[in-house]
């Protein structure tokens, strides 16, 4: 099916859903603020009508340039959901930009399905990555996942394991008393193997439990997660073990 068939499906789908089916998120504060950045305008309006259903303020962006300025002119995005395949300036520098000053959550959308891309997306620090054609209401549930966790974090929870210090409120990592750069979802994954030292975790229930929902992709997402994690640990990246033929587990020395 070719792209511009299935916007035309989503937004005849769009317009017969109710309020009820958009699953919306309420926060304890004023409207979460995401930014939409594709070139194709049909796109950035499904979407945008979807996010603004579920009480989201969208900004929306028509090209790479454009993203960037805003971003750094709003300094209040608390989300960007960014295009691969743009004019002027692509998804992959607008991200590469945006994370040498910030660690906002981005979720790159691509009208590939290809690993190589997928794999460069995480190497860039992209958190989640959806390749089209999907499901609108999909996508606005990882939305809602990702904005629900940094929600609920603890403004004064301190984890530490094996030399590894996680400050859950400053959403910052160190080793050895030393600042270390991890992606949103790397964050995620190296607190919840904390969380679970010493346990056995499957790849099914790190994806339940980290990506909380239901992931239509395979395991390789977390080895790939895991591999990146355990280079930036450097020698710390040996406390979390291979569990073979089920999954990982941190374990302290």
Not at 197 to 208: D, F, M, P, Q, T
Request: glycine share 6%; charged share 30%.
């Amino acid at each position: 099916m070719c792209l511009s068939q299935f916007v035309h499906n989503y937004v005849v789908y769009y317009e017969r859903i109710s309020d009820t089916d958009t699953g919306k998120v309420c926060f304890n504060m004023e409207r979460l603020k995401i930014m939409v950045v594709d070139d194709e305008s049909r796109m950035r309006k499904l979407v945008s009508d979807f996010l603004t259903k579920s009480n989201y303020e969208v900004v929306e962006a028509a090209d790479g340039a454009e993203a960037i300025d805003i971003f750094f002119e709003k300094k209040d995005i608390a989300l960007i959901i960014l295009d691969v395949m743009m004019p002027k300036v692509d998804g992959w520098q607008v991200c590469r930009e945006i994370r040498e000053y910030s660690k906002v959550p981005i979720i790159m959308l691509t009208a590939k399905s290809d690993e190589r891309d997928e794999l460069l997306g995480f190497e860039l620090g992209v958190d989640e990555y959806i390749s089209k054609p999907f499901s609108p209401k999909i996508l606005v549930a990882r939305v809602e996942a990702i904005l629900r966790r940094t929600s609920q974090v603890s403004a004064d929870e301190v984890l530490e394991a094996g030399g590894i210090s996680i400050d859950k409120s400053a959403h910052s990592v160190s080793v050895d008393g030393e600042h270390v750069e991890l992606s949103y979802k790397e964050f995620e994954l190296l607190t919840y193997f904390i969380e679970n030292k010493g346990i056995a975790l499957s790849r099914e229930k790190i994806l339940n439990s980290v990506w909380n929902y239901d992931y239509f992709g395979d395991a390789r997402t977390i080895d790939t997660h895991v591999k990146k994690l355990r280079s930036k640990l450097g020698a710390k990246g040996d406390l979390i073990k291979t569990i073979w033929g089920m999954g990982y587990k941190f374990e302290e020395d």
